[in-house]
């Protein structure tokens, strides 16, 4: 085994981040990606018709909104949404959220033609 194994430091790696809602790869394990985005403000409805998606809390908190609750997110707490709901993430001040998903994930799900959608990940 030649593969170089490093861990991760996250604070190093948001610091590298300078804009919103736009995820980068941090690690993949599995056909799963790990990725880090920073939130603030809210994003687009939409929904995943075929992956799940865990949202963990590193820094800040946001609010994930449903279309009958919304749930809040502080650090050291994570969220699944399951494959096909509808859900809009908010973030009032910024959030640093570590996103793991499969690899073929798209940010904004099944609006496909959104000016925040992301399909060529930058690597951290």
Same mark, same amino acid.
């Given at each position: 085994?030649?593969?170089?194994?490093?861990?991760?430091?996250?604070?190093?790696?948001?610091?590298?981040?300078?804009?919103?809602?736009?995820?980068?790869?941090?690690?993949?394990?599995?056909?799963?990606?790990?990725?880090?985005?920073?939130?603030?403000?809210?994003?687009?409805?939409?929904?995943?018709?075929?992956?799940?998606?865990?949202?963990? /809390?590193?820094? @800040?908190?946001?609010?994930?909104?449903? =279309?009958? +609750? &919304?749930?809040?997110? $502080?650090?050291?707490?994570?969220?699944?949404?399951?494959?096909?709901?509808?859900?809009?993430?908010?973030?009032?001040?910024?959030?640093?959220?570590?996103?793991?998903?499969?690899?073929?994930? /798209?940010?904004? @799900?099944?609006?496909?033609?959104?000016? =925040?959608? +992301? &399909?060529?990940?930058? $690597?951290?």
């Amino acid at each position: 085994m030649n593969q170089k194994i490093e861990k991760v430091n996250l604070a190093e790696k948001f610091a590298l981040i300078p804009d919103h809602w736009n995820p980068r790869i941090a690690g993949e394990l599995n056909g799963q990606q790990v990725k880090l985005a920073k939130f603030k403000g809210a994003f687009d409805w939409h929904h995943h018709e075929h992956e799940d998606e865990l949202f963990l /809390v590193v820094k @800040g908190s946001f609010d994930m909104e449903f =279309r009958d +609750r &919304t749930v809040t997110v $502080r650090p050291g707490e994570f969220l699944i949404v399951p494959r096909g709901v509808e859900h809009r993430p908010v973030a009032h001040d910024e959030a640093e959220v570590l996103l793991f998903e499969p690899a073929s994930t /798209v940010n904004t @799900g099944n609006l496909t033609d959104s000016e =925040r959608t +992301r &399909t060529n990940l930058e $690597r951290l």
